[in-house]
């Protein structure tokens, strides 16, 4: 892992990062003094981070633009976020120039964590920053400019410290998370090892006296409207491989799995930022072990 992949997750969690020690200052008793050593803190470790490309104006550019490859547009390949799936109906790269993208792109993003943030300023605690680590991740994820499709697995990681609290959540995710990626996966030629971990998983998820199904609580008519994407998705395994799209749509299979993975985490995150918020209605200690 290079230094560029180190500052592009630290973008993806920052802002959870940020509002849960901020929230944490204005609950001190000196708040203005405790800000300002977050702020030197925060300072401090920028420049240290970025100090080995600070002796040229070149060499800063060129990280900056590793980060952010403007250039290459808005999106690239089928990744499942809301740029690439509604480009089916809006065509983004036609109708935009990078600058306005720019923009449009950085406002929706900020928009989409801002929930998140102003919860964990608000009301600080250790599960609710498990919350706004995977709320913030996926905003990056959903509307950020250039996002690649193994970028899934920076939401997925919070997620992962979320599973024993919220078990349906992290099996839910998990698989459409690994099926967002199917279709690089198939390029890639890795097939018997997506096939072996998303195994592996559903033998671990499933296994007896695991947390599955404790408490679940689901209607009918939702678990029909669960059910439907996940056959689809099911189907779309096997179609993908064995057969070819129409001439005039080439990449459909891939549209397909790209619009049932974002429907899935449009939900997820509207999910989670939900839950966020319902902490506010049982308080708990910041730093309670209870949290957990």
Same mark, same amino acid.
């Given at each position: 892992?290079?230094?560029?992949?180190?500052?592009?997750?630290?973008?993806?969690? &920052?802002?959870? $990062?940020?509002?849960?020690?901020?929230?944490?200052?204005?609950?001190?008793?000196?708040?203005?003094?405790?800000?300002?050593?977050?702020?030197?803190?925060?300072?401090?470790?920028?420049?240290?981070?970025?100090?080995?490309?600070?002796?040229?104006?070149?060499?800063?550019?060129?990280? /900056?633009?590793?980060?952010?490859? $403007?250039?290459?547009?808005?999106?690239?390949?089928?990744?499942?976020?809301?740029?690439?799936?509604?480009?089916?109906?809006?065509?983004?790269?036609?109708?935009?120039?990078?600058?306005?993208?720019?923009?449009?792109?950085? *406002?929706?993003?900020?928009? &989409?964590?801002?929930?998140? $943030?102003?919860?964990?300023?608000?009301?600080?605690?250790?599960?609710?920053?498990?919350?706004?680590?995977?709320? *913030?991740?996926?905003?990056?994820?959903?509307?950020?400019?250039?996002?690649?499709?193994?970028?899934?697995?920076?939401?997925?990681?919070?997620?992962?410290?979320?599973?024993?609290?919220?078990?349906?959540?992290?099996?839910?995710?998990?698989?459409?998370?690994?099926?967002?990626?199917?279709?690089? /996966?198939?390029?890639?030629?890795?097939?018997?090892?997506?096939?072996?971990?998303?195994?592996?998983?559903?033998?671990?998820?499933?296994?007896?006296?695991?947390?599955?199904?404790?408490?679940?609580?689901?209607? *009918?008519?939702?678990?029909?409207?669960? *059910?439907?994407?996940?056959?689809?998705?099911?189907?779309?395994?096997?179609?993908?491989?064995?057969?070819?799209?129409?001439?005039?749509?080439? $990449?459909?299979?891939?549209?397909?799995?790209?619009?049932?993975?974002?429907?899935?985490?449009?939900?997820?995150?509207?999910?989670?930022?939900?839950?966020?918020?319902?902490?506010?209605?049982?308080?708990?200690?910041?730093?309670?072990?209870?949290?957990?």
């Amino acid at each position: 892992m290079g230094i560029f992949d180190i500052l592009q997750m630290s973008m993806y969690f &920052a802002p959870a $990062f940020f509002g849960h020690l901020l929230g944490k200052c204005l609950k001190r008793k000196y708040p203005i003094v405790e800000i300002m050593k977050l702020g030197f803190v925060v300072l401090g470790t920028f420049a240290l981070v970025w100090w080995p490309y600070l002796h040229s104006y070149e060499a800063a550019m060129q990280v /900056i633009s590793r980060l952010a490859p $403007f250039e290459r547009g808005i999106y690239e390949d089928y990744v499942a976020n809301f740029w690439c799936t509604t480009s089916v109906l809006i065509k983004w790269k036609r109708l935009y120039a990078i600058k306005p993208l720019k923009l449009m792109s950085l *406002s929706a993003t900020i928009l &989409a964590f801002l929930p998140s $943030f102003i919860q964990q300023v608000k009301s600080p605690s250790n599960l609710g920053f498990l919350y706004s680590l995977l709320n *913030s991740s996926f905003s990056f994820y959903l509307f950020s400019y250039q996002v690649h499709e193994k970028s899934i697995l920076l939401p997925l990681l919070p997620a992962s410290l979320l599973a024993l609290h919220e078990p349906h959540l992290h099996g839910w995710f998990t698989y459409y998370a690994l099926f967002s990626m199917y279709p690089l /996966i198939c390029r890639d030629q890795l097939l018997l090892q997506y096939i072996s971990v998303l195994g592996l998983f559903v033998l671990i998820y499933y296994s007896p006296g695991g947390n599955y199904g404790k408490g679940m609580k689901i209607s *009918s008519g939702t678990m029909a409207v669960l *059910s439907l994407p996940l056959l689809c998705s099911i189907l779309l395994h096997t179609v993908y491989l064995q057969i070819e799209p129409p001439k005039r749509y080439p $990449f459909l299979f891939d549209a397909l799995i790209m619009f049932i993975c974002f429907s899935q985490f449009i939900i997820l995150t509207l999910y989670t930022n939900y839950k966020q918020w319902m902490l506010d209605f049982h308080p708990r200690p910041v730093g309670s072990k209870k949290d957990l």
